[in-house]
C-alpha cells in the first residue's frame, strides 16, 4: 500500500521560510514523479511543483519561481519543499502526491495527473 506522510508545516511571518518534507512507503519510491500541491478551502487544488524520478525535470509554478525549491532524496524516499520568502498567499493545505509509475501523464502540475495523495500539512504565514 503506497503512503504518503507530509511533514514540516507550520505558522511563520510573511518572509519567513518552511522546509516540507514527505515520507514515501510501500512502493518503489524512484520509480514515481513526485509533486507539491495545495489547497485553501473554497478554492480548487493547485500544483505547487514536481519533480521527475531523477530529478532532472522540475516544474514550478509561476507564483513560487525563485523562493521555492522542490528536492528529492531517492534512497530515503523522501521528497522536500524549501521555501523561502514566504508570503500570506502561499497560506494553505499543502499535500504530497506520486504519478503513476514511470510518470507515465507526462511532466504536470495537474492534480488529476498524480494518483497517491498524503493528508496534508498546515502552512500559515501571517502578514
Known amino acids: 500500500e503506497v503512503q504518503l506522510v507530509e511533514s514540516g508545516g507550520g505558522s511563520v511571518q510573511a518572509g519567513g521560510s518552511l522546509r516540507l518534507s514527505c515520507a514515501a512507503s510501500g512502493y518503489d519510491y524512484s520509480d514515481y514523479c513526485m509533486g507539491w500541491f495545495r489547497q485553501v478551502p473554497g478554492k480548487e487544488r493547485e500544483g505547487v511543483s514536481m519533480?521527475?524520478?531523477?530529478?532532472?525535470?522540475?516544474l514550478y509554478a509561476d507564483s513560487v519561481k525563485g523562493r521555492f525549491t522542490i528536492s528529492r532524496d531517492n534512497a530515503k524516499g523522501t521528497v522536500y519543499l524549501q521555501m523561502n520568502s514566504l508570503k500570506p498567499d502561499d497560506t494553505g493545505m499543502y499535500y504530497c502526491a506520486a504519478s503513476p509509475k514511470y510518470c507515465r501523464r507526462g511532466f504536470s502540475l495537474r492534480p488529476n495527473d498524480f494518483t497517491y495523495w498524503g493528508q496534508g500539512t498546515q502552512v500559515t504565514v501571517s502578514s
Open positions: 519533480i521527475s524520478t531523477g530529478g532532472s525535470t522540475i
